[in-house]
């Protein structure tokens, strides 16, 4: 049934014999269950982290050791999309030292002839890191 209930619940919970319900009669039903809400906020010792380049949720939560939902959850996130520059809330250990997750970045390619063969390179030279 819609609200969960079978039948035979609604039939035994207001008194009711086998002969079904009349026009006009009057049952009670179960109210309906209200949803947990889920508590967000860190805990009183969790300290400020300022999200840097290259930080996602998982990767905190690899690096603090604990999933990235607790973090999530601590700190009030309906996505798991953080911002570089957002003040998040962390645990005051790290089981590694936190460090963005690299992003390589590489030369665009060029029509001048390379100076090895003397023709044109069509792929990246080399990755830099800024």
């Not at 380049?53 to 999933?67: S, V």
């Not at 959850?73 to 953080?82: H, P, V």
């Not at 645990?91 to 590489?106: D, E, G, K, Q």
Request: aromatic fraction near 12%.
């Amino acid at each position: 049934m819609r609200r969960g209930t079978t039948g035979t619940e609604i039939s035994t919970g207001n008194c009711l014999g086998f002969n079904g319900l009349f026009s006009g009669q009057v049952i009670y039903l179960p109210p309906l269950p209200t949803p947990t809400p889920v508590v967000c906020g860190a805990p009183h010792d969790w300290v400020i982290y300022i999200v840097q380049r290259g930080d996602t949720l998982f990767h905190l939560g690899q690096a603090f050791g604990i999933p990235y939902t607790e973090i999530k959850r601590a700190n009030c996130l309906t996505s798991s999309i953080i911002h570089v520059g957002q003040i998040i809330y962390v645990p005051p250990w790290a089981t590694r030292t936190p460090s963005p997750t690299p992003i390589l970045f590489y030369d665009t390619p060029t029509e001048t002839a390379s100076m090895d063969t003397g023709f044109p390179t069509d792929y990246p030279t080399e990755p830099f890191l800024p």
